[in-house]
């Protein structure tokens, strides 16, 4: 590949999804791009790339993207999360807003759904403590095709086998030819959409619990620490961060620091976020 | 080390389910039908059974079933790993006992998650 592709393609997917792009992670570009390439009747990467130079083809700047930013997921990924939230991120809101009965929970790049289904499950697990509750969980992806995935929350047989308790599956799938389909009323619990968490999040609300795993690993400190800000004004000041096993807010972001004896939390610091976006982030949380 | 026996009257599924829980830590041993893995659980408590489920002589459920109603037969964690995929048969299994239920076809990570799941990891 010549030095000046791949310039160019590490550029174009920073700038679209935040995605750094090392040389010595080359190769994905070319096992990622190629399957776009064949679709599109290209015969090479090189060909692919000369057409994302010219960028008319918008469907092809996003079938692209979608292609270098798409990460496995599974239910109940490293479960430690999850047992958290269920055992202590939970009962911690049910006794803060028990007069307000509302909670909101954001998945950010949620992939093909699990991660937010992970939680539905749990919250349903839990239906007895939190009757007449008003609880939402949103998850977002950049990719719409993984968000039309999640929505559908069809599952291979292989994918239903990564995490997922066999009782759960039980419980709340129902088999659809080969594939394992999540339970009507699951799919209701959670609303998906397709965002790109380098733009304005403004519009998505505010959430008192945020996912937000093995994503910020993928981009730059200056990217990470935009993000997190950006996090930080959907929150309120008593909220909490979920981040991946191997990331961290430390010497990146001054608006969040780990909670004690709780790996993989993180809480608002005593910095402020801007007033625009502490204001706006009420919008989404009628009586914050 | 903890054991594991392999229940699976295909000799080459034993082969490949013995290299994958090996590479996992667990000392392996195996069983061609219900029949034979009953007579060696009497002699010897498991931590983990990997269960087949049509096999000959006896079958993987009725297997499970003798081995949850032998004395000491509440104790190891049954892991049933089977090509039935419906939710009847998954359902049958859990009745009987079973703790987990791997569908086949199966591979290392599939082995290593349920494993975890069920606290032999």
């Known amino acids: 590949m010549k030095p000046d592709d791949f310039d160019f393609a590490s550029q174009f997917f920073k700038d679209r999804s935040g995605l750094v792009l090392t040389r010595e992670k080359a190769y994905l570009l070319e096992s990622r791009l190629m399957p776009v390439a064949r679709k599109k009747g290209l015969k090479s990467l090189e060909e692919l790339i000369a057409a994302m130079r010219v960028g008319r083809d918008s469907v092809l700047l996003r079938e692209v993207t979608e292609a270098m930013t798409i990460n496995e997921s599974f239910f109940f990924r490293d479960i430690k999360p999850f047992d958290l939230f269920r055992n202590t991120v939970l009962p911690r809101f049910l006794q803060s807003r028990a007069s307000k009965k509302a909670l909101r929970v954001w998945c950010a790049a949620c992939s093909s759904g699990q991660e937010p289904y992970s939680l539905a499950m749990i919250m349903r697990e839990e239906a007895a403590r939190l009757a007449g509750w008003r609880n939402e969980i949103v998850g977002t992806d950049i990719s719409s095709e993984m968000v039309a995935k999640a929505k559908a929350g069809l599952y291979s047989q292989f994918e239903v086998q990564r995490g997922l308790p066999i009782q759960l599956l039980v419980k709340y799938f129902k088999k659809e030819g080969d594939l394992w389909q999540i339970d009507a009323s699951l799919r209701a619990m959670v609303r998906y959409r397709e965002y790109n968490l380098l733009t304005d999040l403004r519009g998505l609300g505010g959430f008192d619990v945020v996912f937000c795993r093995n994503v910020l690993i993928y981009f730059d400190n200056e990217t990470k620490a935009k993000v997190l800000a950006q996090i930080r004004g959907l929150m309120p000041d008593d909220g909490i961060l979920f981040l991946g096993g191997a990331e961290t807010v430390l ?17 608002p610091t005593d910095r402020k976020p801007a007033a625009g976006t502490a204001a706006l982030s009420q919008a989404g949380t009628p009586g914050a | 080390m903890k054991s594991c026996l392999v229940v699976d009257d295909s000799r080459v599924i034993r082969k490949v389910a013995r290299n994958i829980l090996e590479d996992l830590g667990f000392e392996v041993s195996e069983a061609a039908n219900g029949q034979e893995a009953l007579d060696v659980c009497k002699a010897k408590a498991f931590d983990s059974i990997l269960l087949d489920w049509y096999m000959p002589v006896m079958n993987g459920i009725e297997f499970l079933r003798a081995l949850r109603a032998l004395p000491n037969g509440k104790g190891p964690i049954v892991v049933f790993c089977t090509t039935e995929n419906d939710i009847s048969h998954i359902q ?16 290392s990570e599939i082995i290593q998650a349920k494993f975890a799941q069920v606290g032999l990891l």
Do not use: H, W
């Not at chain 2, 049958?92 to 591979?107: L, R, S």
């Open chain 1, 251 to 267: 010497g990146i972001s001054d608006y969040f620091k780990p909670i004690p004896d709780l790996r993989g939390l993180y809480m």
């Open chain 2, 92 to 107: 049958a299994a859990i009745e009987a006992g079973a703790n987990e239920y791997v569908m086949k076809p199966f591979d």
